[in-house]
């Protein structure tokens, strides 16, 4: 008996993935899990309580995912590196999308309601509203798109944080304000490597006509000197101490001469030096907090 998958089911489950972005939701996940570490060390550890966490809020990502690509259905097919997603290539029905998109979103929001707390529910909700209504939409109009999608990129620690009990305090907020700045010099790197093919599918991006560089890597130098500076906050207010503190620093400055080596080059292979930089930058940054917090 052939137990193996037809390529016709193989195909569904691949294009699933893709149509839940799998791997950028895996992200979220981690940086979730983060929060609720972080956390827990003042609460306790309940460990079905973060599972109920990962379950809710991988559906809820899940789905907001779902809804960006039925929105950009148009958009993706004018990309190379997105015109083979399931929507733009018509290997998945719009309804049937849809269908998933809802079915995951509800039973995330739900699931966080019922099984964690209301609070980290109605986190869960104010991310998929930014994300879906709020971002995706604003992708076509103005740049300051990248900082609205910043928000729903870090509010994932903060669900962590009051999943196992956490108050929205200083220390939430610093989480917050830790995602949401490393993620604009990591899509920065990203917009200005793919510029062009941003510029023709029609989405206003800040590395629109910066052929150059000089744009894109004055704004990453001053949001890697914001990101250094920000592990003042949580040493000033006694959180961490001073190995941490220095290790944000060294971290942040890393990124800012990295910054400044593409704003000299503008060339692809300084921008792409930069982006894996953000790529190792925050594992250690967290691996850092988490030893010293």
């Known amino acids: 008996m052939n ?18 972005k799998v791997r950028l939701n895996t992200f979220v996940l981690v940086t979730t899990c983060f929060g609720y570490f972080l956390a827990s060390r003042a ?11 990962i379950l809710g809020t991988a559906a809820a990502a899940f789905g907001s995912a779902v809804f960006n690509q039925l929105m ?13 997603r399931p929507l733009p290539a018509k290997r998945m029905d719009v309804l049937v ?15 966080l309601s019922v099984m964690v707390n209301k609070m980290t529910a109605v986190l869960a909700l104010i991310t998929l509203v930014t994300y879906v209504f709020l971002y995706t939409p604003m992708k076509r109009k103005h740049s300051v798109n990248t900082l609205i ?13 009051t999943a196992a009990g956490g108050d929205l305090d200083s220390s939430a907020w610093f989480l917050f304000a830790l995602l949401f700045f490393w993620q604009l010099p990591h899509f920065i790197a990203i917009n200005w490597m793919c510029r062009e093919e941003y510029e023709t599918a029609g989405y206003r991006m800040w590395s629109n006509g910066d052929v150059s560089g000089s744009r894109s890597a004055r704004l990453c ?3 890697s000197a914001v990101l250094a500076l920000l592990f003042f906050w949580p040493y000033l207010s006694g959180r961490v101490t001073w190995p941490c503190l220095v290790g ?4 942040g400055a890393r990124m800012m001469g ?36």
């Open 72 to 84: 950009e259905i148009d958009l993706d097919a004018r990309m190379a590196r997105t015109a083979d």
């Open 149 to 161: 999608g910043a928000i729903p990129g870090a509010i994932p620690p903060m669900m962590g944080w």
């Open 248 to 251: 944000g620093l060294l971290l």
């Open 43 to 53: 609460t306790d550890w309940q460990g079905m309580r973060l599972v109920h966490t």
């Open 97 to 111: 999308a849809f269908v998933i998109g809802v079915l995951l979103s509800a039973f995330g929001l739900v699931h």
């Open 258 to 293: 990295l910054s400044l080596r593409f704003g000299k080059h503008g060339d692809r292979a300084s921008a792409r030096r930069l982006f894996l930089y953000t790529l190792l930058y925050l594992p250690i940054a967290l691996t850092l907090l988490a030893l010293c917090w």
């Open 221 to 223: 130098l001053m949001f």
């Open 3 to 20: 137990d193996e998958p037809s390529p016709k089911a193989a195909m569904f489950r691949q294009d699933l993935a893709v149509l839940t």
